[in-house]
C-alpha cells in the first residue's frame, strides 16, 4: 500500500471507533464532570502508547526537545473534548452533531493557513457531498428537524471545541520533526493530561472514583484506549500522509458508523431513505481517495 492509501485506511479505523464513544460516551456524560473524565482518559492512554511506544521505537531523548509542541497540541485537544461535554449538556445531540460536520471545512480552512495546503476543486465537491450526506443521516432525513435547527449556547459552545478539533490536524504536520507517531502521541496525551489535572484539579477531587458505577469505567477504558489512544495515533499517523481536510472528512462517515452500532447495541434500525445520506458520504471519500494532480503541500519530516 502507498503511504497516501496507509493514511485513508487509518481514517476509516478511526472513524469507525470515533463512533462507538458516541454511544458509550452518552452512557456516562452525566456521571461525571468532563475535566475529570477527560483527564482520566489522556492519564489512561498515556499509560497505554507509552507502553507501546517502549516495546516498539523506544523513547528517544530527542522526542523531548522543544517540549513546548506537545503542551501546544495537548492543550488543543485537551480543549475539545472539555467543550464537547461542556457544550453536550444543554446541546441536543442532534444540533451537536451537525456542528461537528463542519469541521472539516474549517480543517481546509486552517490547513491553508498554517501549511499552504490547496483545497481543489474536486476536494471542495467531496466535502460539501460529504457535509450534506452527514447532516442527512443525523437528521435522519427528517426536514421538520432541520427545520427546527436552534443555535443555542450549548452548540456555541461546542462549535468553540470543533474549531480546537480543526486546528489540531494541520498543527500535528507543521510541529512533527520526525518523532514517530507514537511518541508523538505519547508526548501530547502527557501533556494533555498534565495541563488537564491542574486546571480541572478541584473536579478530580471532587469525584468518588470509587463508586463510580461499572459502566462508567466500560466507558470510561473505551473512550481512553480505543477513542483516545488509538485514535491519537491514527490521527497523527494521517495527518503526516495527508492533507488536513482528506484527514477531518473521515467525520462524515461517524454518523453512519454510529447507525451501525446503534442497531449492534440492539436499538431500532433506520429507515432506507437514510442510507442516500450514508451514500453521499461514502461518495465524497471516493472522490477523496484519488490522488491529487501535482506536488504534495508538504513533505514527511525527517528525523535528525
Not at 503511504?3 to 471507533?17: D, T, V, Y
Not at 460536520?101 to 491553508?112: E, H, I, K, Q, Y
Not at 490536524?169 to 520533526?177: A, C, E, F, M
Request: net charge positive; proline share 5%; glycine share 8%.
Amino acid at each position: 500500500m502507498s503511504q497516501q492509501a496507509r493514511g485513508h485506511l487509518a481514517m476509516l479505523i478511526f472513524s469507525a471507533l470515533v463512533a462507538g464513544s458516541f454511544s458509550l460516551g452518552s452512557l456516562i456524560a452525566n456521571q461525571i464532570a468532563p475535566e475529570a473524565i477527560t483527564a482520566a482518559r489522556f492519564g489512561i492512554a498515556s499509560v497505554v502508547i507509552g507502553g507501546a511506544a517502549l516495546m516498539t521505537t523506544g523513547l528517544p531523548r530527542s522526542a523531548a526537545q522543544a517540549s513546548w509542541r506537545y503542551l501546544v497540541l495537548g492543550g488543543v485537544f485537551a480543549a475539545y473534548f472539555v467543550l464537547m461535554f461542556y457544550g453536550l449538556k444543554t446541546a441536543p445531540p442532534v444540533n451537536a452533531a451537525a456542528v461537528f460536520t463542519l469541521t472539516p471545512v474549517m480543517a481546509a480552512f486552517a490547513g491553508w493557513i498554517l501549511l499552504r495546503q490547496i483545497t481543489t476543486p474536486r476536494m471542495a465537491l467531496a466535502l460539501t457531498l460529504g457535509a450534506v450526506g452527514a447532516l442527512w443521516v443525523i437528521f435522519r432525513a427528517d426536514w421538520q428537524a432541520v427545520r427546527a435547527f436552534d443555535i443555542g449556547q450549548g452548540e456555541i459552545i461546542y462549535f468553540w471545541g470543533c474549531v480546537a478539533h480543526a486546528l489540531y490536524t494541520p498543527l500535528v504536520r507543521k510541529l512533527n520533526r520526525g518523532e514517530p507517531a507514537v511518541v508523538f502521541t505519547f508526548g501530547t496525551l502527557l501533556a494533555g493530561c498534565l495541563m488537564l489535572t491542574i486546571y480541572g484539579w478541584s473536579e478530580i477531587r471532587a469525584t468518588d472514583w470509587a463508586n463510580l458505577p461499572a459502566i462508567v469505567w466500560v466507558g470510561l477504558i473505551y473512550v481512553s484506549v480505543f477513542a483516545t489512544a488509538a485514535s491519537f495515533v491514527l490521527v497523527q499517523y494521517s495527518t503526516l500522509r495527508l492533507p488536513s481536510a482528506k484527514v477531518m472528512a473521515y467525520t462524515y462517515l461517524v454518523p453512519s458508523w454510529v447507525i451501525l452500532w446503534e442497531i449492534s447495541l440492539g436499538q431500532q434500525a433506520v429507515g432506507p431513505v437514510v442510507y442516500f445520506g450514508a451514500g453521499l458520504t461514502i461518495l465524497a471519500l471516493v472522490l477523496l481517495l484519488k490522488s491529487e494532480e501535482g506536488k504534495p503541500a508538504r513533505p514527511l519530516p525527517q528525523a535528525d
